[in-house]
């Protein structure tokens, strides 16, 4: 076949004079070494271009095979999908039948297992049904995940775990017990009679767009529409006739935490030290025979408490620490002691511990829930541990270690002060907890009151409570407020000795329940559990 390419021998403006025999050389058609030249006269019919301009025809030998262009970049035809490249997609979780929160964190576990690594979790919204009205109340949220998956073998591998689920569709839109969405994929837009990427319901559902806003508030969710944010698509909804509210989970058999719901009651969490140098009550448990021991835990549980808090290793400040078999010797005993003589009773136990290897043996002797000062930074194994365990941590804010925290107490305007600083720290140690695998719905607060605070940054913290509760990044988490006995109540109330603090406790014990705390830590549970309903009778209806 012939190929012809026309090359002007001069300017398309008329010349000066008149050049019809000029030949210009094309240094490219020279290197290619064309069979022939030939020369011809080009007349153009318009007025002002009437002089001739000569051409060339250039003809390419029919041998002729061109060399491999290597083509600017952006030229290059586009390089075949990669196999192997991680792709960032978001899923929604939901279930309304049997155990909810249960089978999502099963769906969750399926997706690790496959290889779909579930990288952060949206908390667990409570929401009342859409579409078909007649059936019972969902949980629902979302995952951020990374997947080699494209987004056909992404919808197969959901449906497959719905399937090994149990789930079976029968009518649509209606009860199941696991439901597995992609929402979003990799910023695409992906259209095809099985799946539409972005999903099709997002604008109008809340429960599918709270929890895409606590992962990605800032992200245009269609590519076509790039100045719409998902808080822009959650603030144009019409509010809910029943305010939706985060689940918090505690264990298989007690209800969860729902921690925006206003009339919730407060948890009374009883502490009972199994340590001989605590601040307050030291020595108080260590010494006494297994039945008194056992009626000091009933008298809490008659009293009103809801959990208990076992920990074998003072924090007080200049308190020594004592090895990892010391801390297990004291508190796995007491905590296999509950469970075998009250396992009649509703009763959650929390374990104090800052090490992982404590908490691992505390779960396996029966406890719910992990309560680490540090808030996981003093053991690097403690936030992976307890996302293998998939128990609750709560997370309470402080600064270096029980040793040096009262130096550390410096928190700057230009740094966002006493109330942005802790706000900012703890969402710090979420996040860490969500890169080690801890779901954030298993996820508690505590502002550390006397942790890196000193005397009157105290009472500051519980003047603004209900800040912390809303700081952007800790909206709809649950907090622990643990105010019992502490130094600065003395120093306010010029009570020196611990245990006679009782009346400076109810004061702060009432405000954090106004503040909006939904578990409060106590040493005087009777009391306390006192002060508690009626604080609830007066601030949660």
């Known amino acids: ?23 210009h050389v094309c240094h490219s058609c020279q290197n290619l070494r064309l069979s022939r030249i030939e020369q011809r006269q080009f007349s153009q019919t318009a007025p002002s271009l009437t002089d001739s301009f000569g051409f060339k025809k250039y003809t390419l030998p029919r041998s002729f095979k061109p060399k491999e262009v290597n083509l600017p970049a952006k030229m290059a035809s586009p390089p075949p999908p990669d196999p192997a490249r991680k792709r960032l997609a978001y899923i929604a979780l939901g279930s309304n039948l049997g155990d909810r929160i249960g089978w999502i964190e099963k769906a969750c576990a399926e997706l690790d297992a496959r290889g779909i690594k579930v990288k952060r979790t949206s908390s667990l919204w409570e929401t009342e049904p859409m579409y078909v009205l007649d059936q019972d109340r969902f949980v629902n949220g979302a995952c951020e995940v990374e997947t080699t998956l494209e987004p056909l073998a992404l919808l197969d591998a959901l449906q497959d775990i719905e399937n090994s689920l149990g789930r079976k569709k029968i009518i649509d839109k209606g009860p199941r017990n696991i439901d597995l969405d992609i929402l979003l994929y990799d910023n695409i837009k992906f259209n095809h009679e099985r799946l539409t990427i972005p999903h099709i319901g997002i604008p109008e559902r809340e429960f599918v767009l709270k929890p895409l806003a606590e992962l990605i508030p800032d992200k245009p969710l269609d590519p076509d529409r790039p100045w719409t944010l998902t808080r822009d698509l959650l603030d144009a909804l019409p509010s809910s006739t029943t305010p939706i509210t985060t689940m918090t989970p505690l264990s298989a058999h007690h209800p969860p935490i729902m921690a925006l719901n206003p009339a919730r009651k407060t948890h009374v969490m009883g502490i009972l030290n199994m340590t001989p ?14 039945q008194t021991l056992i009626s000091n835990i009933r008298s809490f549980l008659d009293a009103g408490a809801t959990m208990i808090d076992v920990g074998g290793q003072s924090t007080a400040p200049n308190c020594p620490e004592v090895s990892v078999e010391e801390e297990l010797n004291r508190v796995v005993p007491a905590i296999q002691l509950i469970r075998s003589h009250f396992s009649d009773r509703p009763v959650l136990i929390s374990v104090d511990t800052y090490r992982a290897s404590v908490a691992e043996a505390a ?13 996981g930074s003093m053991d690097p194994e403690m936030l992976p541990t307890v996302a293998r365990l998939g128990t609750t941590i709560c997370l309470m804010h402080m600064r270096g270690t029980p040793a040096t925290m009262n130096n550390l107490a410096d928190y700057p305007d230009s740094e966002g002060g006493l109330i942005g600083g802790i706000a900012k720290e703890l969402v710090e140690r979420v996040a860490a907890a969500e890169t080690a695998g801890v779901r954030r719905w298993r ?7 006397g942790f890196a605070k000193v005397g009157w940054q105290n009472v500051d913290v519980l003047r603004h409570l209900d800040e912390l509760r809303f700081w952007p990044g800790l909206q709809g988490l649950p907090w622990l407020v643990g105010s019992s006995r502490k130094s600065f109540i003395g120093r306010v109330t010029g009570v020196p000795t611990p245990k006679e603090r009782i009346w400076g406790t109810a004061a702060t014990v009432a405000a954090a329940v106004q503040g909006g705390a939904d578990v409060v830590r106590v040493h005087d549970v009777r009391e306390m559990a006192q002060v508690v309903a009626m604080a609830d009778a007066i601030w949660r209806y």
């Open 363 to 375: 779960v396996a002797a029966g406890a719910d829930i992990v309560n680490d000062v540090s808030g």
């Open 1 to 23: 076949m012939k190929s012809f390419t026309r090359i002007a021998a001069g300017s398309l403006r008329q010349p000066r004079q008149s050049l019809p025999s000029a030949r």
């Open 277 to 290: 140098d605590s601040f307050s009550d030291g020595g108080q448990n260590t010494s006494l025979e297994e």
């Open 443 to 449: 996820i508690v607060l505590d502002p550390g009151l």
